[in-house]
């Protein structure tokens, strides 16, 4: 699991979250089904007192990428509130899969 707190801020702005993901089922034994998701990574958003208030989206080995692959997300929802973004990867017993996380952003435009 990764958090990261950020202040959204209020009025007529849209501020959105960049996420470039990588999401890889390496050939050596990992996850390599096309039909069930068994390994997933919750992108969610909570509040000032941890109450999650949206999961913006939940990736799986079924979305498996050979790069990165950048997401964006509406947050103009949680304008002038502070939040926490959460990153939660969970897998089966038997195979794995590989969630990468890198440059993460909240724009404001």
């Known amino acids: 699991m990764i958090t990261r ?57 079924l979305n498996a990428n050979t790069g990165y692959a950048r997401h964006s997300f509406s947050l103009s929802a949680c304008a002038g509130q502070q939040i926490t973004l959460k990153f939660i990867g969970t897998e089966d017993y038997e195979y794995q899969t590989s969630f990468v996380i890198d440059d993460t952003a909240i724009n404001v435009s």
Do not use: C, M, R, W
């Not at 007529?12 to 998701?37: D, H, K, Q, R």
């Not at 990574?41 to 989206?57: A, D, F, R, Y």
């Open 5 to 61: 707190k950020a202040q959204v801020a209020g009025g007529a702005v849209i501020a959105a979250l960049a996420l470039a993901a990588f999401y890889s089922s390496p050939a050596n034994g990992a996850e390599t089904t096309t039909a069930t998701a068994y390994d997933k990574l919750k992108v969610q958003i909570l509040n000032s007192s941890g109450k999650v208030l949206s999961t913006l989206h939940t990736y799986s080995n």
